[in-house]
């Protein structure tokens, strides 16, 4: 087996088993930090001096499901309403637990329905937000806001980009509350608490937000794709699966995991979907404390932030502010709340994989040419050409060392005439033409070695962000981040019927155009090569790029564009260096030859 030969093999092997093996054998792990849990089911917790103090915060009670509108209907309601918006606040505990994306559908070219972010609790997968004050020293929780808190509206009674409400409630033991909701044009909600403290006494309390999900969510499941709890917390970033918390330590009915190694004063921590997220964000720079907790006997999952206990004076009032994101991961809304609100790091909440200096960028120039282009498809096909631009002086190079070794071809062919079956001679003497000719026969695996972190780092792209959802780009391509629609097993398209869920083992008999492309661009690359001596390896060699075609086939119709470009970028380069080498390859030659030698090999 020659050297260029063997050098080749190893290269789209080792591309196929990372594509397809990798993230099997090495998926990304959660960092779980340490928690603890004291004797009586409630976590302790850090207070605005050097002291710890027992103060809990509520395990919310989600009623019994019922359909989502009659839930709606069990509380009075104010209304939200804004351009990307649209929901409604209950009265009943201040929840923000109605929410629907107005620029979202759950469907493709489907208007009926819009994606639901949040439903309130006794709703099929109840998902809302609260807020509250979690008594200490005196304190008990009757006198506090909590999950049952009946609110006044004071004022406004919708909330707009332009009107913020204001609801009120009052203990009659001294203490009044109020709780002023402002919302932005995208997804930020503003909220801000304030207790009056109009008593003769010192009252003792610590504000807190919660977010409560009911049971593990529909999951896309997918290796690649963090989907759960994630938290960001003086430069680190923790991402927890459901399965995690449910793991820990059981204390009475509830486990927990508590962020206490020390008093935080940047971070946020919620919960995170495919395309969607809910996110407490803490005022930063302020102490603070976070908790992932899961209760067993409810099946709910709760991420919360606590601010420490403080005092406060009679005749005085206290304010808390704080951030909640909920809508979509679009990383410009995301990207410019990180800077308006010093929300750090906010940005990483979209799920960058373990190659996010890859990944990164590359999302950032796909953006880039977005903006520009107005097209996914073409900036992608744009994206190809910016990254064969900069790999091209080692394209140039390998390219350069496939002409000379095909020129090299017919020398080769004596020196194993000569050597027969003696391969020391044989590696000797090939290894002497090559130091003569000054030929690398390892150069030419070098790119696609290149192309294997860029080809993930993309794909990770488009199956994660959000940018490729539902983007066309012309004819039948309707949805950038799902498989080419089209099939042989519809006539491509002809037939009413269409193809198989991606994730069945029926999609690697659907093979739609762009993977024959795929395919096809692949196969003619390889015929710029020198036709392999060996028939084992012509064998490979053959078999080899409708492999990939029916690997590819349901993957997200973007990448196999991506891979399309790629494959007639490089067949461009190649074949004009080696032409300007002096080689004319014959494409259409080496089919020929390649299907006479191999058929002769058959018959011997």
Wanted: net charge negative; hydrophobic share 40%; aromatic share 12%.
């Amino acid at each position: 087996m020659d050297d260029q030969n063997k050098n080749l093999i190893l290269a789209t092997v080792l591309s196929c088993v990372v594509l397809v093996v990798w993230l099997y054998i090495f998926p990304p792990s959660s960092q779980v930090e340490n928690f603890s849990n004291n004797d009586n089911g409630t976590e302790n917790t850090l207070n605005s001096g050097s002291n710890l103090e027992s103060v809990s915060t509520p395990t919310i009670e989600i009623s019994k499901e019922e359909s989502r509108e009659l839930a709606l209907e069990k509380s009075e309601r104010i209304t939200i309403e804004t351009k990307r918006l649209r929901g409604s606040i209950s009265l009943n505990g201040g929840r923000i637990d109605d929410l629907q994306l107005l620029d979202y559908n759950v469907r493709l070219n489907d208007e009926s329905e819009k994606v639901t972010l949040l439903s309130p609790a006794g709703a099929p997968n109840a998902y809302f937000t609260m807020y509250g004050w979690a008594p200490a020293g005196s304190l008990n929780f009757d006198e506090v806001p909590g999950a049952s808190t009946k609110w006044n509206v004071d004022g406004n009674s919708i909330l707009t980009e332009s009107t913020p409400i204001s609801l009120t409630w009052d203990n009659e033991a001294g203490l009044t509350f109020r709780r002023d909701i402002s919302i932005d044009k995208d997804y930020l909600f503003s909220i801000k608490q304030t207790v009056e403290n109009n008593s003769n006494k010192i009252v003792r309390m610590r504000p807190y937000g919660i977010i409560a999900r009911k049971g593990e969510p529909d999951m896309r499941g997918f290796f690649i794709l963090h989907e759960g709890i994630v938290r960001f917390q003086d430069g680190e970033l923790d991402e927890l699966d459901y399965s995690d918390l449910e793991d820990f330590e059981f204390s009475v009915n509830e486990r927990a995991n508590v962020e206490e190694k020390n008093v935080k004063t940047s971070g946020w921590i919620g919960f995170t979907d495919h395309y969607w997220m809910t996110t407490l964000a803490p005022k930063q720079g302020a102490s603070f404390q976070t908790a992932a907790k899961y209760s067993a006997e409810r099946d709910t999952y709760q991420t919360e932030f606590r601010y420490p206990v403080v005092d406060i004076q009679p005749a005085t009032s206290y304010s808390v502010e704080t951030n909640l994101f909920a809508g979509a991961k679009e990383w410009a809304a995301i990207n410019s709340y990180e800077k308006s609100h010093n929300i750090e790091k906010f940005v990483d909440s979209i799920d960058w994989g373990w190659f996010f200096f890859l990944t990164k960028p590359i999302f950032r120039v796909l953006f880039w040419l977005n903006s520009i282009i107005g097209n996914m498809g073409w900036s992608i096909v744009g994206l190809t050409l910016i990254i064969k631009t900069i790999l091209f002086p080692l394209a140039y190079k390998s390219h350069v060392s496939m002409a000379r070794m095909k020129e090299l071809q017919p020398e080769m062919e004596k020196i194993k005439e000569r050597a027969g079956d003696d391969r020391a001679s044989l590696q000797k003497e090939m290894m002497k033409l090559y130091k003569e000719k000054k030929v690398n026969p390892a150069a030419g695996c070098l790119p696609i070695l290149l192309q294997i972190p860029i080809f993930f780092s993309l794909y990770k792209v488009i199956f994660v962000t959000l940018a490729l959802r539902h983007e066309p780009w012309f004819g039948w391509i309707k949805d950038l981040s799902a498989p080419d629609p089209t099939s042989w097993l519809n006539l491509f398209g002809l037939l009413p019927w269409g193809t198989p869920d991606p994730f069945s083992i029926f999609a690697l008999l659907s093979i739609g155009v762009f993977p024959i492309l795929m395919g096809v661009t692949m196969w003619l690359q390889q015929k710029l090569n020198p036709a392999p001596t060996d028939a084992t390896q012509a064998m490979i060699f053959a078999w080899m790029p409708w492999i990939f075609m029916f690997m590819l086939g349901s993957f997200a119709s973007g990448l196999v564009i991506y891979w399309v470009a790629n494959n007639t970028i490089t067949f461009i380069q190649q074949y004009t260096i080696m032409r300007t080498q002096g080689v004319k390859p014959d494409v259409l030659g080496n089919i020929f030859a390649n299907l006479k030698f191999v058929k002769k090999k058959e018959n011997k």
